[in-house]
């Protein structure tokens, strides 16, 4: 188990190490020079000699090496630079946005596994009767629907024709209800298919018939159904982590929640590239720890992998 | 190979049907220049917001163009481009994969390696990221999704290769001279594919939705092109006004996705029944 944490470890250094660089150089490659871009982002007129100097202060006219290892040190100091829109630290930024992000996340991560996990015991206890058909036809027209389309559809008929929500998102409850419901609905969906396939597979493992023939109740036969499809729920959940991020962005910026991809959606519009620079680093670093963190579990869960 | 699955009439039955009605989205989209009751394009500020009527089946948007035609040539885009880039990924994955899996050594030490650190960004986020930074425009959003996209085909095709170099076949096609790209293409290929169609016909939908949610946020295919995500997020904005201007491309895309999504899941079911569900 030591060996193979450290052998994880060893690798998410250097998979973190690529990725800084790929950021960095994808903020690089950007056509025009990070003096005139960040000019412009504060709405500067642009003469050349203001132009040399701001190239100065950035220290643009080192080597891209040395640029890198510069930005990844500070970055190591979680010291991402400042915004070019309003100088403020983009660590900051990040930091108010990921609470509200977290927040969203696992608001819609409960909801989905709340309503998933029923919904495909059912579908899997009554395997092909017509509740089975129903909950599995709505799952596939729910893996079908991009969240944006879910979003707008929402609001039209929640918002808008019911008036039942507000449209733009506050932080109460309330406002917390509709970017939840955008977000969990394509990811409840997938689950009902991925830990209905899961069930049905214990659901014929020898110790399920052994309880039934001994009279156990069938309630209790299901927990322990559960306790055994517990490891590929946690991986599953664990995967779905990269669909989350990525819907977020969307959902955030159709209703105005606070959070880190709402302020990606800003940042790209105002060619604020420290921003997205420091947004697409965090996410990764989030997605690649919690994968590790994923395979770890997985690896102290299940006794058979323990021992190798 | 695996064992072979004996697959039901009603499973080939189904994989044909989901294939009539791609091809028939596909014809469609081929042709809908052809089918436009009026030109996409042509705004016209006697017709703004209109509702559905004799001259506009679906209405018209808030610049008076009609919707029924621009839907039509949006799914020229959207299939267009969902089909290609899952082509292009499928092919140049596939391709690295097999070279990756055939050469081992430092080949596949750089390839896998740049696999892994592709598969370290969430695809949406870093499609997001790239588009955002190069502007929109439907080649740039494609290439946005498909940085990340072509890693899937080559992780598998490359555990393929891995499979299939111990079988006495390729050993025997290896002794008797074949050169490396005849074996790759005649006898590794074909035993191959299976699981890779499975996969590409599956992510057809999933590029689809990715392509129509970049339009969407404005950094994928951009006005005055049509296209559904783009045409749904330049009407929500007066969806009380003109509901049918983001009702007709929703369900146009709702529509399409579950299509291409059932024919993916009806290739899996007949090719083979052995990958998650």
Redesign the interface.
Known sequence: MGTYIGKRMLHLLW??L??SF?TFL??YL?PGDAASKKLSAQGVAVSEEVLEKTRENMGLNRPFLVQYGDWALHALRLDLGTSYKDGFSVTEKLWKGLKNTVILMLASMAISLLVSIPLAFLTAVKKNSWVDHVIRFLS??G???????IS??L??YLC?KARLLPVVADKSLKGLILPCLALSIPITSRFV??F??EFLEQLCKPFVAGARARGVIEIYVLWDVLHNASITIFTIVGLS???L???S??IE?IFRWPGLGKL??DA??NRD?PV?QG??LL??TI??VVNLITDVTYHWIDPRLRER | MKQRNYHSLKAYVRLWIFLGLAGFLILLSIVAPLLCPNDPYTTSSEFMNHAPCAQFPMGTDRYGRCICSRVLMGARTSIFSAVSLVGITFFVGSVLGLIAGWFGGVIDGVIM?LA??ML???????????A??LGGGMINAMLALGITGWTLYARLARAQVLALKKEPYVQAARLSGCSALRIMTTTLLPNMLGPLVVNAATQI?VMM?GI??LS????GVTEPQAEW?SM??LS?AY??LA?WA?LAP?MA??LT??IF??LG?SVRDVLDRGT??
């Open positions: 998979i973190m690529a990725v790929l994808l903020m950007t596939f027209v893996n079908s629907l991009p969240n944006f389309l707008v559809l609001m039209y808008i298919r991925q209905r396939a982590i990269g669909t991020l990525g819907g962005v969307v910026t990606a959606m790209i519009s590239y997205i947004f697409v996410t990764s997605y690649v | 390696r892994d650190v370290a960004f969430p695809q949406m986020v870093l499609a997001i990221a790239v955002g930074i939908g939705i129509a949610g969407f946020l404005g950094i995500g749904i997020n929500r969806v009380q509901p983001v929703a895309t709702i996705v579950m999504n059932m899941d998650e569900a």
